[in-house]
Nanobody, 121 residues
């Protein structure tokens, strides 16, 4: 089992920045692919970004490419999402996810409970 706890959400102005963190505990974090997803009110959960076990390969949704950066620190069992130039449409609950594969996953095994990011215009 892997437990995921997100933090760093809050209220931010449009154009601003925020960094989300996801702390993992349980099994060996370094062997897991990690991802971020988000769900806005009234919408389905959508993929935001993902990173391989070693942090070398990343993947982003087109809507966040060039603005968001996913990274990880395996020594701290933590994955990050740096969010810059935020837009009102980025407002959502952001979820961390983990998959027991080293490459970019398409099926995710574990989920955090989410952290809310509110973007004011």
């Amino acid at each position: 089992q892997v437990q995921l706890v997100e933090s760093g959400g809050g209220l931010v102005q449009a154009g601003g920045s925020v960094r989300l963190s996801c702390a993992a505990s349980g099994r060996t974090f370094s062997g897991y692919s990690m991802g971020w997803f988000r769900q806005a009110p009234g919408k389905e959960r959508e993929f935001v970004a993902a990173i391989t076990w070693n942090g070398i390969i990343t993947s982003y949704a087109d809507s966040v490419k060039g603005r968001f950066t996913i990274s990880r620190d395996n020594a701290k069992n933590t994955v990050y999402l740096q969010m810059n130039r935020l837009k009102p449409e980025d407002m959502a609950v952001y979820y961390c996810a983990a998959a027991g594969v080293p490459y970019i996953a398409t099926v995710w095994d574990y989920w955090g409970k989410g952290t809310l990011v509110t973007v004011s215009s």
